[in-house]
């Protein structure tokens, strides 16, 4: 059998028993413990100033002692070598934290990690490079009524099915472009709302033409797990008709400056910005490239899918998670 630390309730019945003249063997054989246990217990949590024995004082000796060993020598260096590894991978805290407790490979606190980065950034470490930082400025209201994005007959994504809004179903996605820092090449983004999974297109020129072709490619590689298509009101996506000719899908339309309403895409390109962030050029960028950072990041672990990747709920797979660079 096991040692078990001596708790609370086995303190007070030694302090009892010591009180009534009991000696500690004869209380050890009564509680079914080693003798050997007890008077290490008794020697290490005396109190301090007297020598005697105080329960209440025991326990808290025995949790001062307990977290100070676990501060200095809970996790390995090679538990903090694969924790960097996975920051690297702009994997946050939380994610890495939530999926090696899933893989029963290492419990550790989300909050533990956040230290270790804030510490490591006082040394003058990056890793703080590492995590997704975003600066929440006003969006700037206009009044009036907006002009963005008019096109006649355009669905309203007031108009879209009621399953969309659940995220019940798979196959209802959201979409919009990105921009690079010279406002020309970008990437299109189209995201599926329940699983996460993201397709990401390079575009050479913010066009209705690119944009087209490249939504057109989305669809042929994906067939029918794209049932409908929540846009923003740029009007590189005015072509819609022409994917809605050629695929069953049907697309809609998000009220002007309501990002909200396209809350996966707009996640999603958060997400995105950690590896081509604002400023950035694009014009070097590849769709070899895109492909891999939507690799990377469908295979991230996310919150609201209990920590499963959008890869594996969108393929219908186990939660497994691959932990390749």
């Known amino acids: 059998m096991g040692y078990h630390q001596l708790t609370q309730e086995e303190r007070y ?15 050890a054989k009564e509680m ?38 676990r501060r200095r020598s809970r996790y390995t260096a090679a538990d903090w070598v694969w924790i960097d590894t996975l920051l690297w991978m702009k994997w946050s805290p939380e994610q890495i934290a939530r999926t090696l407790g899933l893989m029963g490979e290492l419990s550790i606190c989300h909050e533990t990690i956040y230290r270790r980065i804030r510490r490591d950034r006082v040394k003058g470490g990056h890793l703080w490079l590492y995590t997704r930082i975003m600066s929440k400025f006003a969006r700037k209201r206009y009044r009036g009524r907006s002009t963005r994005g008019i096109l006649a007959g355009k669905r309203h994504i007031s108009a879209r099915p009621k399953e969309v809004e659940g995220r019940q179903r798979l196959g209802h996605w959201e979409g919009d472009t990105v921009m690079g820092s010279d406002k020309r090449h970008c990437v299109l983004t189209l995201v599926e709302r329940k699983s996460g999974f993201a397709i990401v297109k390079k575009l050479s020129t913010r066009s209705m033409l690119e944009t087209t072709q490249a939504a057109l490619m989305a669809l042929a590689e994906h067939g029918k797990r794209i049932k409908t298509i929540t846009f923003d009101n740029g009007t590189e996506f005015h072509d819609y008709a022409t994917l809605e000719q050629i695929h069953p899908v049907k697309c809609y339309f998000a009220t002007p400056y309501h990002s909200w309403e396209r809350g996966s895409n707009e996640n999603f390109n958060g997400l995105l910005r950690q590896y081509f962030p604002k400023g950035m050029c694009m014009s070097t960028v590849t769709q070899a490239d895109c492909d891999e950072v939507a690799r990377k990041l469908n295979m991230r672990p996310r919150k609201r899918l209990g920590f499963q990747t959008p890869h594996s709920v969108y393929y219908g797979v186990s939660r497994g998670v691959a932990l390749a660079v």
């Open 32 to 69: 079914g413990r080693s003798a050997s246990t007890l008077s290490r217990e008794v020697a290490r949590n005396a109190t301090r100033y007297d020598g005697f024995y105080r329960p209440s004082k025991a326990q808290v000796y025995a949790i001062g002692r307990r977290r100070r060993c």
């Open 13 to 27: 019945f030694i302090s009892t028993r010591m009180r009534s003249g009991v000696s500690l063997r004869a209380i």
